[in-house]
């Protein structure tokens, strides 16, 4: 870390250990070299985190907290050199001369509520396990692709990182052993997973499984075998988890109360609601209006212009956690509202393609939801659409 004045000279610097005891020395440190009139408030801090228990101490001992992303730092750091270089004491100066000339220009780390930051851990947490599920499936689709592609199309209709698609793949995950598989065995499974049609289902897995394809030799085959086993089985425990996690993530979500106005939001179901709450936060002095949420949400063009060239395009650097909920909202919301499908088609009206007219649609239920937040209501449908449903009827 490095302490500088308010002029940019640097008063200390110094590799502080982990822990309440690095915690220790760097209220030492800032003891040491402030005034004695100095108060808590006047101490700014730059960290390339927003979480943890470092952020957590130092929002308690009253400093501010200016969480920066490590992009910001290394672009900054070729103020002083393009060489590219890199190292801690390098980076403390970096941050250390950021938030003293440029904190206007960054966000302080926001003051949520401890509701709040529980909402995030386990959406956070949930959201995660579902993208590692999606990277396990892949893996043992290329495999079965490679020897055992009658798999594929044998439980395409259940979906393969079902619980009862997975068993039974590990009950024969071979060519010749999904071939011997019974009508009555496969129904069995599928009753455990309480399947409708479960009958005509077995049949149809039955005659995929014994269609004919080329072979691989045997002993390739059984590390194929080897290998789609130990990916299934990791996706049934991802699959236990992933719903235990759900729970978690619903019972913090509806424990906060901010949660009745995201469950009035058209589009927003728990998951989702979680999720755009565990981004956003609950500080209320966050977003000084509509349009900074909409800003920090990613939802709202960037304008680029230079000489005569003036263009409006997409945000892409932003929160993708954030912008994948409410790309979800969005689309649940054109079958759940009016007022978002008239302003979907109005979008479409105008060519705009399909991904803008959803965001779009995102960036003004952003807004929407702003306004709810502030004032403390729910949705209306009416309130809420009633301007642009003005000017489409003049």
């Known amino acids: 870390m490095e302490v500088q004045d308010a002029t940019g000279r640097r008063l200390a610097t110094a590799r502080l250990p982990e822990g309440a005891e690095g915690m220790t020395k760097l209220h030492e440190l800032v003891a040491r070299h402030g005034d004695q009139d100095l108060d808590a408030a006047g101490v700014i801090v730059g960290i390339e985190t927003d979480r943890g228990t470092w952020v957590q101490a130092l929002l308690a001992a009253g400093y501010q907290v200016y969480a920066i992303n490590p992009r910001q730092v290394v672009r900054f750091k070729e103020r002083y050199s393009t060489s590219g270089a890199k190292s801690d004491k390098g980076d403390a100066h970096a941050l250390a001369d950021m938030v003293r000339i440029d904190r206007d220009q960054l966000r302080p780390v926001a003051g949520d509520s401890d509701q709040a930051q529980a909402v995030k851990i386990a ?59 019974t009508r009555s065995q496969i129904a069995a499974v599928l009753a455990r997973a309480r399947r409708r049609g479960r009958d005509a289902k077995a049949s149809a897995i039955q005659a995929a499984l014994r269609e004919k394809h080329l072979e691989l030799p045997e002993q390739v085959t059984a590390a194929y075998a080897a290998t789609a086993t130990a990916h299934a089985r990791l996706l049934l425990a991802l699959n236990e988890q992933i719903a235990a996690m759900e729970e978690q993530v619903k019972t913090h979500f509806l424990a906060h109360p901010d949660a009745e106005i995201y469950l009035s939001m058209p589009g927003i179901g728990q998951v989702t609601g979680a999720r755009v709450l565990a981004e956003f936060g609950d500080d209320p002095t966050r977003y000084n209006s509509a349009k900074a949420r909409k800003n920090y949400a990613g939802t709202s063009p960037v304008t680029r212009a230079s000489g005569k060239s003036h263009t409006v395009q997409a945000r892409y650097v932003r929160n993708n956690r954030l912008a994948d909920a409410l790309q979800l909202q969005a689309f649940s919301a054109l079958r759940a509202s009016p007022g978002a499908r008239r302003y979907y088609d109005k979008q479409r009206a105008r060519e705009s393609g399909y991904n803008a007219a959803l965001r779009q649609v995102g960036n003004r239920l952003v807004g929407i939801l702003h306004g709810c937040l502030k004032s403390r209501t729910l949705y209306d449908e009416a309130t809420a659409w009633s301007h642009h449903a003005h000017l489409q009827a003049a």
């Open 123 to 181: 959406a956070r947490a949930h959201q995660t396990l579902i993208w590692e599920r999606t990277r396990i499936f892949q893996r043992l689709r290329n495999a079965l692709r490679e020897y055992f592609p009658a798999a594929l199309a044998a439980y395409a209709d259940v979906e393969l990182t079902s619980t009862d698609g997975l068993e039974l793949l590990i009950k024969a995950p071979t060519p010749r052993a999904g071939a011997k598989l």
